[in-house]
């Protein structure tokens, strides 16, 4: 069975500070990992995406992941904090081989702090 | 405009009361799902449909049926709601498995 981890209910930053939110995951075969936001009382709205290819992945507002294999990670990063990336964040993963499934993590809450 | 439409967006219902919330989307996507959001468990994938007539189980199926006559529609039933399907739902659409998916606005479903 695949399976996501947020390690982290919440994640306190610094405006103007790097942030990180961290996932890991667990599937068999190949991943398709994403990052989705979700801002209150809206839909998911997709961030970015590791397919295959480069293990760092840009995406939109300024985030980026890096997909590391070995350590079955992929933590969504930006240099510098925004208040309005305050939001909830989620992880997904999927498979190329086996079931269609899509599994999400639990959720991060980014809280940027002015 | 490229959207995932849900309707309705609240609902009450009580015990036993068979109800369905739509879905539509007018992107021509395959892969469709529907999911449940519970504060702490995050979302949780109810059933899937790789195209028309093709459905599958998520994670979470028990109490809950889909079909897929067409393309752009993917119901979801709830043939005896109970109390613990009360909970926010999304659904959403992607091209296909490994790309992005879009999601509705949510149906925020009580149950007496």
């Known amino acids: 069975a695949q399976s996501v981890a947020q390690p982290e209910d919440q994640v306190n930053v610094a405006e103007g500070n790097p942030l990180t939110v961290k996932c890991t995951y667990s599937?068999?075969?190949?991943?398709?990992l994403f990052w989705y936001v979700q801002y209150p009382n809206r839909g998911l709205q997709f961030l970015l995406k590791?397919?295959?290819?480069?293990?760092l992945v840009k995406g939109s507002y300024g985030f980026e992941a890096e997909f590391n294999k070995s350590q079955t990670s992929f933590h969504l990063k930006k240099p510098s904090a925004l208040v309005s990336d305050s939001a909830l964040y989620f992880c997904?993963?999927?498979?190329?081989?086996?079931?269609?499934?899509?599994?999400f993590g639990t959720g991060t809450k980014l809280q940027v702090i002015p | 405009e490229a959207q995932v439409t849900q309707n309705p967006r609240y609902l009450i219902t009580v015990t036993g009361k068979k109800l369905t919330v739509t879905c539509s989307q007018n992107?021509?996507?395959?892969?469709m799902s529907w999911y449940r959001q519970d504060p702490g468990l995050g979302l949780r994938q109810i059933y899937y449909?790789?195209?028309?007539?093709?459905?599958d189980k998520g994670d979470v199926p028990e109490g809950y049926k889909v079909s897929r006559k067409e393309k752009r529609n993917f119901p979801l039933i709830l043939e005896s709601p109970s109390p613990n399907q009360t909970s926010l739902y999304f659904c959403?659409?992607?091209?296909?498995?490994?790309?992005?998916?879009?999601f509705g606005q949510g149906t925020r479903l009580t149950v007496v």
């Open positions: 959403a659409s992607s091209l296909t498995l490994n790309t992005e998916a879009f």
């Open positions: 599937v068999s075969g190949n991943p398709y």
């Open positions: 590791y397919i295959t290819g480069d293990n």
């Open positions: 449909s790789m195209n028309v007539e093709v459905t």
């Open positions: 997904a993963v999927s498979s190329r081989e086996g079931y269609q499934k899509v599994t």
């Open positions: 992107m021509n996507h395959e892969y």
